[in-house]
């Protein structure tokens, strides 16, 4: 099993959609989580962290549920811009070693 | 700033040969690291240093070399290359107190003949 798993989509939605990624991690010592955003043949940014209490950036709602050790991420509000791959990422430890990358999830929106 | 730099873009070796890729940052970060990037599997670490003169491997270090002789550089020597190789190199940088908020170079794509 997979340490992060995402769903590898494509998720394709039409501007202005809601839609909602979801990322499971296997190890219940995690400690840290981020979602970064990649664009096509580009490198990763980090687009958020994710803390406990949950938060928002915008149009970005990010989403902890340990017991369950899965962090989601929602947007709302699609832009075309919005395209992209999202990586969730989970740390262990304040190390670059324990700090796992998911495959990403897939998003085009459609005009 | 330029945040961090790669260098080369693109690259075509053949198998055996050896080179020498350059990752600089100017954010006077303690950490860098060297990811490789495949198809379908996430961000994998090669090699990471915590600062200047230290140096230590990530999940797949075999058939890469490091070092980190000053703050700013961080390069990866391919020391035999060979298709497996073949990839997307990403390096990255961060402060040693949000080592999950990272900072990612350009990439070098890598062939491997």
């Known amino acids: 099993r997979k340490e992060v798993e995402q769903d590898p989509g494509p998720f394709n939605v039409p501007e202005g959609a809601t839609v909602a990624f979801n990322c499971t991690y296997s190890?219940?010592?995690?400690?840290?989580f981020f979602w970064y955003r990649q664009d096509c043949r580009k490198e990763p940014k980090l687009l958020m962290s994710?803390?406990?209490s949950g938060n928002e950036d915008g149009r970005f709602t990010a989403q902890l549920n340990r017991a369950s050790q899965y962090i989601s991420l929602l947007i709302r509000d699609s832009k075309l811009s919005d395209s992209a791959t999202y990586l969730c990422?989970?740390?262990?430890?304040?190390?670059?070693?324990?700090?796992?990358f998911g495959s990403g999830t897939q998003l085009t929106v459609l005009p | 700033n330029a945040g961090v730099t790669q260098t080369p873009k693109f690259q075509v070796l053949k198998t055996g040969q050896s080179m020498t890729l350059q990752c600089a940052q100017d954010m006077n970060h303690e950490y860098m690291s060297w990811y490789r990037q495949d198809p379908g599997m996430g961000l994998r670490l090669i090699h990471y240093s915590v600062g200047a003169g230290i140096t230590d491997q990530g999940e797949v270090p075999n058939g890469y070399n490091v070092s980190r002789s000053t703050t700013e550089d961080f390069p990866l020597r391919l020391l035999s290359a060979a298709p497996s190789q073949t990839s997307v190199y990403f390096c990255?940088?961060?402060?040693?107190?949000?080592?999950?908020?990272?900072?990612f170079g350009p990439g070098t794509r890598l062939t491997v003949l």
């Open positions: 994710v803390y406990s």
């Open positions: 190890n219940s010592a995690s400690q840290s």
């Open positions: 990422v989970v740390s262990t430890s304040g190390s670059a070693r324990q700090l796992t």
């Open positions: 990255a940088s961060s402060s040693v107190g949000a080592v999950g908020e990272q900072f």
